[in-house]
C-alpha cells in the first residue's frame, strides 16, 4: 500500500496547498480522499491558484477514474469537493451527519459545488470507523459538522494521519491555544477534535499531516514520491 500526496490548488493569499491523497493497493485499485476544487472556479469566494488537473495528476501515476474504488470525502467545502462528480463508479464515503447538513443548505458555503457531489453514489458512515485494513475514519467536527480524518497505516512508514481542515497547520496542533480561524464554524468542536486527533496521533506514532500548511507541505514527501 502507498500513500501519494497531490496539490491539487493554491491558496493564493498565503501559499498553501489545497491537496488530495491518493493510497494505492497492491491489486491495482485505490482510494482517493478529496478532489480539489472544480477546474474552472477561482474568484473572490475561491481565490485558488490552479494545478495540474487531477485527473492529470492520477494518470501520472497510471491510474484512471475507473481505478478508483472509494472516494473519502473529508467534507464538502468546495476547495475539496470540486471533482466526485468525476468518479462515477466510486462510492463516495462521508459522514452521515455532514451530508445531512450539505443537503439542508445549513452550510451555505458547501452548496458552491453542489452539482458536483449531488448525484453521486454515497455511503454514508456514522463516526469512526475502518473503511479497509490499513484506513481508518475518524469524526472530527468543528470546523463543519461531520468532519472526517483519515488514518492510514502504511506497512513501512507507519501511520499517517491525514487531519484535513481538522487540523489544517502546524500551528493548530495545540487544542486549547490553536487559532480559530475564520471558516471553522463550532469552536468547541475545532478543540475537541484537535485534542482527540493530537491525542490518537501521540498514541500511534503517527505523521500528521495538515490540511492547507504551507510551511509543512515542502517537508513532505509529495508525488510522485509516496509514503509506502
Known amino acids: 500500500?502507498?500513500?501519494?500526496?497531490?496539490?491539487?490548488?493554491?491558496?493564493?493569499?498565503?501559499?498553501?496547498?489545497?491537496?488530495?491523497?491518493?493510497?494505492?493497493?497492491?491489486?491495482?485499485?485505490?482510494?482517493?480522499?478529496?478532489?480539489?476544487?472544480?477546474?474552472?472556479?477561482?474568484?473572490?469566494?475561491?481565490?485558488?491558484?490552479p494545478q495540474a488537473p487531477l485527473l492529470q495528476q492520477l494518470g501520472e501515476l497510471g491510474l484512471s477514474p475507473g481505478d478508483v474504488r472509494y472516494v473519502i470525502s473529508t467534507h464538502l467545502d468546495p476547495d475539496h469537493s470540486g471533482a466526485l462528480d468525476r468518479f462515477p463508479r466510486a462510492e463516495v464515503v462521508i459522514q452521515?451527519?455532514?451530508?445531512?447538513?450539505?443537503?439542508?443548505?445549513?452550510?451555505?458555503?458547501?452548496?458552491?459545488?453542489?452539482?458536483?457531489?449531488d448525484a453521486v453514489r454515497f455511503r454514508e458512515v456514522d463516526g469512526d470507523c475502518e473503511l479497509l485494513p490499513g484506513i481508518e475514519l475518524i469524526e472530527s467536527s468543528g470546523h463543519v459538522p461531520g468532519h472526517q480524518s483519515v488514518l492510514v497505516r502504511l506497512p513501512g512508514t507507519?501511520?499517517?494521519?491525514?487531519?484535513?481542515?481538522?487540523?489544517?497547520?502546524?500551528?493548530?496542533?495545540?487544542?486549547?491555544?490553536?487559532?480559530?480561524?475564520?471558516?471553522?464554524?463550532?469552536?468547541?468542536?475545532?478543540r475537541a477534535s484537535t485534542g482527540r486527533l493530537v491525542e490518537r496521533a501521540e498514541a500511534e506514532g503517527a505523521l500528521v499531516i495538515c490540511g492547507h500548511d504551507p510551511v509543512q507541505w515542502p517537508t513532505l514527501a509529495t508525488a510522485p514520491a509516496f509514503y509506502d
Open 158 to 190: 507507519g501511520p499517517v494521519l491525514l487531519a484535513g481542515d481538522a487540523i489544517p497547520m502546524q500551528t493548530c496542533l495545540d487544542a486549547e491555544s490553536r487559532p480559530i480561524l475564520p471558516f471553522d464554524l463550532d469552536r468547541a468542536a475545532v
Open 96 to 117: 452521515r451527519s455532514h451530508l445531512a447538513a450539505a443537503r439542508s443548505g445549513a452550510v451555505d458555503r458547501l452548496l458552491i459545488t453542489r452539482t458536483h457531489w
Open 1 to 49: 500500500m502507498r500513500l501519494h500526496l497531490l496539490k491539487l490548488a493554491e491558496i493564493k493569499a498565503i501559499g498553501a496547498p489545497v491537496p488530495g491523497y491518493v493510497i494505492t493497493n497492491p491489486d491495482g485499485s485505490a482510494v482517493l480522499v478529496d478532489t480539489g476544487p472544480p477546474p474552472a472556479m477561482a474568484g473572490p469566494r475561491l481565490p485558488l491558484r
